[in-house]
């Protein structure tokens, strides 16, 4: 084994012997740690030279315990792993107890996560201890006879859902306040019982109940209730009981195991604490599990984070009709010097182009009145009809020139009505391309759109409902969790929108916390709220939630260290240490590695950290199992000791070489009992051991417009590691800091498919690119303090008769429905791919409901379900009308990704093309009141062309232009796992002019004015020497200033006397006194506030070198490969017309 | 009547395909499996040992998509013999399925090991979709070939 170590003798010596300076030398280290049996500790210097091979076999033999390997069976958890950690070690020793009085549930016995219906399936099948004696006292209740018209008024059923009556056209349910008089019997309205007799006639429709909710139920059975944050002593009692007694099963071992729930439970009386990592560990924006004392949770609330209140949308700002294009025929060319060479865009193919003579242009000189009439519309404050009208509008792309909203346009409603619409899922956690589902395939066929999901399912919430409850209400047949699109058949049964059966309202739901009344299911949080999250109870669990475990994997190569990332992220992890997410258990580790890999013992009582080298890279093997993850609370000083040496360790290493693969393969063996999260910094292509890659790039054909190869992996060995570490619940996070190739394209897979996200800096230096450093150092703060969930799956369910494709993101798909995340964080995306196997016509309303389980990183297992609930029309008009053409372009964006990778990149593009040209043929087959020339699309598809041309000028699928093998690949991975925000901002960035913003329609927030620039189009032609611009393209943002900028302007906002004195390395805004710095600066940061990972930030200066990484975002101009966007919608049309 | 070499690569190639007949409905059931897994979760919980039951069967899935390369060395194998028994009728019908494998083998994912399917993308419904139908197709295309293998041998035994 040791072969190896010794091949190259020299290196390793030296390695030794700088080591051992550092830690002091001398034989120290081995007395203190654990681990005397291994000589590998370097301690003393000439250890190669002396000692034969046959000293690493005693270490060979200690790697062999069933630790590293077997999955955690019943001997997994009294492996020496918990026990290591002195004493704190929360779990009892002999896993088997826990799970022992659950009759037939023989968990141990098998791999534990290879079962995802282990996870739903026991709660029904699990006879769990003290929830079903209370039952009988909850039965009196229904015997109330409807006694009281006290509360007639108040709608019984708010929530009433769909009808299962066809040929209804009216989707969306009516209101109650429409009450019964003249409602047809399919009507979903839940009328206020007047009398009895009405009532039977709509009980077989939905069953209305005679029995009005008794508010203030005497007595209500509050140790059985479910308790809602917020809820007082006697709710907390509640908790105590019912889910300490479980608990206390579980920790049952001794006194200092107990100690864990123990803390974790507040005193009774504070409210809401119980249940909720607390939220000073989560600064920044991570407040989704502050706990929210009212006892209502508002779900729309976040809605205000998203980008400014709907109300000032409607208003465009005064001053822009006068800057309007002017006409476009004669400016479009002369304002982009790549037209002058070629003035006229193309000859006239078709009479349309009459429109493009100036007289022809005069009627569309104005299309501001009708886009302010458009914005107003989708704020809401149109009705309805109006709303579908105005998206149906037809629009002349070719004679449109500003079709760019003068704000980001905020998603479509999905048609639906107010009360349904009110508690639907916020379209920044759940959104679908069409917000009017096809009732058949068929009719999606027609419509040529993709039919999809977008899901930011662990995105930071302001406001959360969470909910403790013994019985998690679910669907007996199809498991979905009750929602607020259910129907309440009575009160006590209700019907899944997802499969339809009716399922029992267990008595515990009947009691509701909020209002602390008994009898009113349809009040409880789970059914007002679209997003909430429960407390799980030990049935979804496999195994004892696991504590935060955090591996670092370091590069320390030559390469590494020349880069100097080591500094900043150990500077970063070291002002971070107290804020990781985690508990009393959190664990630790580090591991570095170059040809060798580096083990850091940091074992509590240690004077030092202890290096432990092991050399063989071809059999890797961990030195010592108990201590190189330690207890971040107790090791602390050492894990800061470490931090402070690990940047001057290495900095005269010669070690060019990187054994990645190996090093992967130790943090899998040492990750492996417990699961948690490595990660990576990686700064070259790994050149030795397993895994090891070979330079695919060809330079010279970065800008070729034929096939770019070499975009799928070169080797399955990460692919299959990621999916070992998947399986043992270990999520793996890619940091590439590499000047040079490093076949990003295979690396990713590490991450790809363990649910890890991917970081890229290329060309890192920490003194040449100080704006990279900037943003890895952001980055770095972000990544290490944002929340994490561990072990989690999360499963999408649909309406019977829509059922899921293809699914698009960071995971492992194990089964149809289900992913499996080893790791998942807050700021991932997830695009899923649905098709229609069933007509949808015997239904009004299409549910879809994501629910994802995660063990938070305080140790507790929690749900956090999404319910989105869109109508279902039968007409194509409709389909085109509810259109979500931000979504469909971030769906088409991952289509076509993956299609680059398993079939060709042109292909890829393609596809794109014909995404746009088939849909638009579509319309002008269905529309009947279109002019047949021009190019027509629907209002809420004209931006259509104009996304997809972005789309292909991405660097994951442009062609032509020189682009890197790894940025292209980095980008692909970017628009695979981004929520779909960031996605835009990266695929079509927001440009305005920042140099005469006014305070016109400006945004009033909490005493600070932030003025609202219009949005302006990409192109060079918007663009004026006069002026300063902003364009934000979500990760990086520019702020390009022209060369007759007004000098107030340079010298109040940069803080530079004029444009010459300029930098033209400058990387943020100086905080300066004036208002028209203020002004700015509350701009900007109003664009950062909902976002989590902070852009860099470029000043651009008109004649500056940097110039093309600014006009590359232009992408409605012209480069010398790609179309301009009005030759683009001409390519269109030429499409079409074949 | 005599009993020839053509005889026996018949005999042969009748046996074989029975097995690979057997190889193919495997497959049917695996993918089929793989598909409908979700759909029974009910069941599921109701069995007594779900977890148990649940890995059998995913070890059943996995020994199917293993019997890939077995199958299709079974396949060249019978053509090799039809080869040196000079039918070429038989050959010429087993000849677009030979492609059709050395096709497929060769697009298979990037793998290190034997094998056709990659485990991260199988779930992907166009795939699983694609599977399915490529089973079907192999079980008519294996039963037709038995029964004409049958008849083959009949007739080389009687014809000699």
Known sequence: MSTQGNANPNSSVNNYSMSSTQNGGGAAPCQNGPGQMYPAMYTASSYYSSAPPAAYPTVAGHSAPPTGKTPVSSTGYSGNYYQSSSGLSPYPAPGTHQYSNAPGQSFQQTAPYAMPAGYYGQVYSHPSQGQTQPQPQQLQPNLMPASSGSNLGAPLYPIVSYPSAPGSSQYGTLR????????????????????????????????????????????????????VNGQSNAVQQHYDQNLHNPMSHHYAAGPPNSQGPDKERPPSGTPGTSVHSSPQHHPGGDSSSTTTDSASPVPNSYESLEGGGYSDLAAPPAGVPAKQAPPFGYNYPTMHPAYQQNPAPKPNPSPSHGGYNPPGYQPYSQPFPSLSELSSALGGLGGVSELEAE?????????????????????????????????????????????????????????????????????????????????????????????????????????????????????????????????????RPEVQNSTVEFIASSDYMLRPPQPAVYLFLLDVSHNAVESGYLNVFCQSLLDNLEKLPGDTRTHIGFVTFDSTVHFYNLQEGLSQPQMLVVSDIDDVFIPTHDSLLVNLKESKELVKDLLNALPGMFTHTRETQ??????????????????????????????????????????????????????????????????????????????????????????????????????????????????????????????????????????IRCTKGLSIHTFHGNFFVRSTDLLSLANVNPDSGFAVQMSIEESLADTSLACFQAALLYTSSKGKRRIRVHTLCLPVVSQLSEVFAGADIQAISCLLANMAIDRSISS??????????????????????????????????????????LYVLALLKQKALRTGTSTRLDERVFSMCELKSQPLQQIMRMVHPDLYRIDNMTEQAALHLNDSVIPQPPLLQLTAEKLTREGAFLLDCGSVMYLWVGKCCNETFIRDVLGFQNYASLPSNMTEIPELQTTYSERTRAFISWLLESRT??????????????????????????????????????HIQQQMSK | MAFTFAAFCYMLALLLTAALIFFAIWHIIAFDELKTDYKNPIDQCNTLNPTVDRVKKIKRVRLALKLVLPEYLIHVFFCVMFLCATEWLTLGLNIPLLAYHIWRYMSRPVMSGPGLYDPTTIMNADILAYCQKEGWCKLAFYLLSFFYYLYGMIYVLVSS
Request: net charge positive; hydrophobic share 35%; aromatic share 8%.
């Open chain 1, 176 to 227: 109650s306040s429409q009450t019964t008089a003249g409602q047809p019997p399919v009507s979903t309205v839940m009328p206020p019982p007047p009398t009895q007799s009405s009532l039977q006639q709509y009980s077989q429709g939905i069953g209305a109940t005679p029995t009005p909710a008794q508010p203030g139920y005497g007595a209500p059975p509050l140790s059985q209730a479910a308790t």
């Open chain 1, 391 to 523: 998206t149906l509008r037809p629009v002349n792309l070719l004679q449109e020139r500003n079709i760019l909203p003068p704000k980001r346009a905020p998603p479509p409603e999905p048609n639906l009505s107010n009360d349904l619409r009110k508690v639907n899922c916020s379209p920044d956690t759940f959104r679908c391309t069409l917000t009017n589902i096809p009732q058949t395939q068929a009719l999606l066929n027609k419509a040529r759109l993709p039919l999809g999901l977008l899901l930011h399912p662990f995105r930071d919430l302001t406001q959360l409902p969470v909910i403790t409850s013994n019985t998690i209400v679910r669907c007996r047949s199809c498991r979905t969790y009750i929602n607020p699109f259910v129907s309440f058949l009575d009160q006590r049964r209700w019907k899944c929108n997802l499969c339809y059966r009716v399922n029992d309202v267990p008595d515990e739901f009947m009691y509701n916390p909020v209002t602390r009344s008994y009898g009113e299911p349809h009040k």
């Open chain 1, 658 to 795: 990187s054994a990645l693969g190996p090093a992967l393969q130790a943090a899998y063996k040492l990750m492996s009992p417990t699961g948690g999260r490595v990660t990576v910094f990686q700064t070259q292509l790994p050149t030795l051991g397993a895994g090891l890659l070979q330079s695919r790039e060809d330079p010279n054909l970065r800008s070729s417009t034929k096939n770019v190869l070499h975009l799928g992996p070169a080797t399955d060995f990460y692919k299959k590691l990621a999916l070992d570490c998947s399986g043992q619940q270990i999520g793996v996070d890619l940091f590439l800091l590499s000047s040079q190739y490093s076949d990003l394209a295979s690396l990713a897979c590490v991450s790809k498919y363990s649910a890890g996200s991917v970081f890229y800096y290329p060309s890192f230096h920490h003194i040449h690119n100080t704006a990279q450093k900037q943003k890895f150092q952001k980055d770095l703060q972000r990544y290490l303090t944002r929340k994490i969930g561990f072990e989690a799956v999360m499963r």
């Open chain 1, 904 to 945: 060709s990149l042109s292909d890829a593009r393609d596809a794109l093309v014909n995404a746009v040209v088939d849909c638009l043929t579509a319309y002008r087959a269905n529309g009947s009141n279109i002019q047949p020339s021009g190019l027509i699309a629907p209002a809420a598809l004209r931006l259509f062309p």
């Open chain 1, 1093 to 1130: 990972f902070l852009p860099a930030f470029h000043v651009v200066k008109d004649d500056a070198s940097t110039k093309t990484s600014f006009f590359q975002h232009l992408v409605e101009d012209r480069t010398e490969s790609a179309f301009s966007y009005y030759e683009f919608l001409l």
